[in-house]
DNA sequence: GTCTATACCACGATAGAC
DNA sequence: GTCTATCGTGGTATAGAC
């Protein structure tokens, strides 16, 4: 009992360094707010996860997360950035080494695909604890109809879009310039919902209850599909082939 | 007032027929709330939206909505069954009346697809007010992580699913039934995600802003990609086509 | 049976003390 | 930086009016 009365302001020496945020040994209060966060968003959805319940998992104060973060939103963009922005960079920079690997050859619809999914599988695969299911959290921020998560993961997909809709244009050039943006969105919609669901999931255990690498069960099931997909012929807007029979 | 003091329980009298719970002229409460929440939930998703929100603009009482549907979950669940459920009937339907029509021979992917897609374009069409956006709630409900909105739909599905299954199945004899499976988890996954996403909105007021038919100009793009899909070669599970490079 | 008023606890957010 | 107290609003349960 002596000693603590002895050294009264103990916990406030590791402050030294005073601007040092990060410390890789001891884990500050926004990362474990950002790692509660994380887990607990992927778990129940953005609106269903309180910040009660965030900050208790993170054992910090309920205000500490407004204090860091300013919102629950901005807590949320926060979680997302924090992986996603490096993965879409690991895409483009993939593409670009492929790219420059053919020569001038223009790329298949399944090595651009490839360039898409390998650094989605990185992330599923190698990353530590909460990597795992980021995908899915992911899927689902993209279907999710709160107007600030569209927009800001219309801003975070931006380049990337655009960088991969040049490339499918080259691999499949008799496509117009329109009929290639849609095939991408469907490409994307596809990908996003398919790492999203539980069901998915759920066809797995059914078949192979033994796999581990679900994602990678997944990812290559769906890649031929869709380069498939985006190598269908074209369908005239105005053709009544389709959706004319009562 | 000698005329009110003489019938004083005048406002029974429309209820001599006393089970008679749907009149056409006058809207009861049970299905203002329903109208309200349905438009309501599409807009804001379905934690976003309160329950005050939705009796306000129903002009009914808060404990309205609880008497009659018991909960906001279960609320939540009569607005989708009250279209979802004939919506998959008509799929189910339109489907047997094909292969009826056949004869013995097997059904195309398209012909199958336009199944799946005719009678939501229907109910985005034809229907009165609600029903024109009802198919984006349905797609962003496909993707909530909420377990009892995922389990319900589940259940909605499951016969619908398995009848179409069956039908690709006999489309495409070279695929073992566990790929058919998943081509359809793809197909609906699409389907869901592209509907209920307003990218595709923008993207198509885009391109064509004088266009009205938004979601028959997206189904006539959609449906060949995955057309295409469902006839792609079967890929090997334990190949290393895909995937490999860093 | 229907509907209303009201009370209850949990939520996000913030101000102000330390 | 951190914490407590508090505000307005959310879903829900219930007692009682008609």
């Known amino acids: 009992m002596a000693l603590s009365s002895v050294v009264p302001s103990v916990s406030r020496l590791p402050k030294l360094a005073e601007q040092a945020t990060e410390r890789p040994n001891e884990v500050d209060t926004k990362s474990r707010i950002l790692d509660a ?70 790329l298949t619809c399944e090595k651009i695909i490839s360039a898409m999914f ?22 689902r921020a993209y279907a999710d109809p709160a107007p600030f998560i569209r927009e800001f993961l219309s801003n975070q997909y931006a380049a990337m879009i655009a960088r991969f809709r040049a490339a499918f244009g080259r691999a499949l050039p008799h496509l117009e310039r329109e009929e290639v943006s849609w095939r991408l969105h469907f490409v994307m919609g596809a990908l996003s919902y398919t790492l999203a669901g539980t069901d998915a999931l759920k066809m797995i255990a059914q078949f192979h209850p033994e796999e581990i690498n679900n994602d990678e069960l997944l990812l290559k099931r769906l890649a031929p599909f869709l380069a498939a997909g985006l190598r269908a ?14």
Chains 1, 2 share one sequence.
């Not at 992927?42 to 998992?57: C, P, V």
């Not at 012929?233 to 009544?240: C, E, I, L, R």
């Open 37 to 106: 966060a994380e887990e607990l968003f992927m778990e129940h959805g953005f609106e269903a996860t309180s910040l009660r319940l965030i900050t208790t998992a993170a054992s910090v104060n309920l205000a500490a997360a407004n204090y860091h973060f300013g919102s629950k939103e901005e807590l949320f963009q926060a979680v997302l950035t924090r992986r996603l922005d490096p993965m879409n960079q690991d895409r483009m920079a993939l593409l670009t080494a492929y790219e420059t690997a053919s020569g001038g050859t223009a």
């Open 118 to 139: 390998i650094p989605a599988l990185k992330l599923a695969r190698n990353h530590d604890q909460g990597g795992k299911n980021f995908l899915r959290l992911l899927g």
């Open 233 to 246: 012929p074209v369908q005239a807007t105005d053709s009544h082939q389709w959706f004319q029979e009562t």
